[in-house]
């Protein structure tokens, strides 16, 4: 049988200076206000504070991208930022958990699969989100 699929996808792009800033400010604030316990443990599990910076401003834009693609951003219509949350699958690449209102948002939309891209050089972290529905 044949389903209808809808395809949404989000992009986003971060600056790591920004992230820099604030793992070498120990800004544990803003990093508990975005990030889960998760991300946070992976992030820090590097000694370098620059590649630190690059996991926290991957996951950033990782969440921007999501937001996109449910067609809600952040921090609007129930969807936060600890409600998309970015794993690493058996074989470490990253995939996407949704928890909470982001979780409601998808089911709403018919969500069946989402994927996520991660990417960083030149001083910029990248997220590209391809969410497919169901119909």
């Known amino acids: 049988m044949i389903r209808n699929m809808d395809v949404r996808c989000g992009i986003d792009i971060v600056d790591i200076s920004r992230f820099i800033k604030i793992v070498n400010d120990g800004n544990t604030a803003f990093i ?8 946070i443990e992976y992030c ?3 000694k370098n504070s620059g590649k630190k910076a690059e996991r ?4 950033f834009a990782a969440k921007e991208a999501v937001g996109k693609a449910l ?13 998309i949350e970015v794993i690493k699958d058996e074989k470490g ?9 982001a979780l409601e948002h998808a089911r709403r939309l018919g969500m069946s699969s989402v994927s ?4 960083h050089d030149g001083g910029m972290a ?10």
């Open 56 to 59: 926290y401003a991957a996951r």
């Open 71 to 83: 067609g809600s951003g952040l921090m609007s219509e129930g969807v936060g930022m600890h409600d």
């Open 126 to 135: 990248a997220a590209y989100c391809v969410m497919l529905l169901g119909k």
């Open 32 to 39: 508990n206000k975005c990030f889960t316990e998760g991300e």
């Open 116 to 119: 996520i891209s991660l990417t």
């Open 93 to 101: 690449a990253p995939k996407i958990s949704l928890s909470g209102g």
């Open 44 to 46: 820090e599990s590097s």
